[in-house]
């Protein structure tokens, strides 16, 4: 089957919608960067602009405003950590998948230092994510939700419902990873112990 040809007019539009992505993925990695470096009081428009090289007028065309800045950054970084976790190589059973999901959130936590004081640090004073970016965020991490249900199908995890297990696990995680991100912990052993925790705390028998 072939595809319709694009024409002169779709192509343009293709080309228009490929630069507008470029241009707002530079600008949230400018903007990510300042907010790692130096602070939520470096997210200005004059100051990314200069950083990017571009004008103040199109960063607020393309965000609206530092609400909207910071709103696209916190979505950005879910999005972030939905891709590191989809891309989890899937293994011989749910409950190995759900086992190798574990490393794979604290790997991508500790590799976006700068989306992750965002999105779970206040990184940016009375900065509030709307009830749609909640949503959309939590969406992010479905995997979680789906791979847990496949293991309670399968019969590794009492039947209950897959989000208070996943909640449960992100809950363990989190306060491992900020406590490490304090100087607190040193390695990972903390993270690992509570969240292996959790997942044996539903287990319904041993895996096999």
Known sequence: ??????????????????????????????????????????????????????????????????????????LEGFERFRRLLEAVPQRRSPFEHLTALGPAYRQACLAEPGYYSLMFERAIPGFEPSERARTLARAALNILDRVIADCISAGYLVPTQPRKIADAFWAAAQGAISLERAGHLRDGGTYETVTSAIIRSYLAEKPE
Do not use: W
Request: proline share 1%; aromatic share 6%; hydrophobic share 40%.
């Open 1 to 74: 089957m072939t595809s319709t040809p694009l024409g002169l007019q779709g192509a343009y539009h293709l080309g228009e919608r490929a630069s507008h992505d470029e241009l707002r993925a530079r600008l949230l990695d400018v903007a990510v960067k300042l907010l790692q470096s130096d602070g939520a009081d470096s997210l200005t428009m004059r100051r990314i602009a200069a950083e990017a090289g571009c004008t103040t007028t199109v960063i607020y065309t393309t965000f609206g405003n530092r609400e909207g800045l910071a709103e696209a950054l916190y």
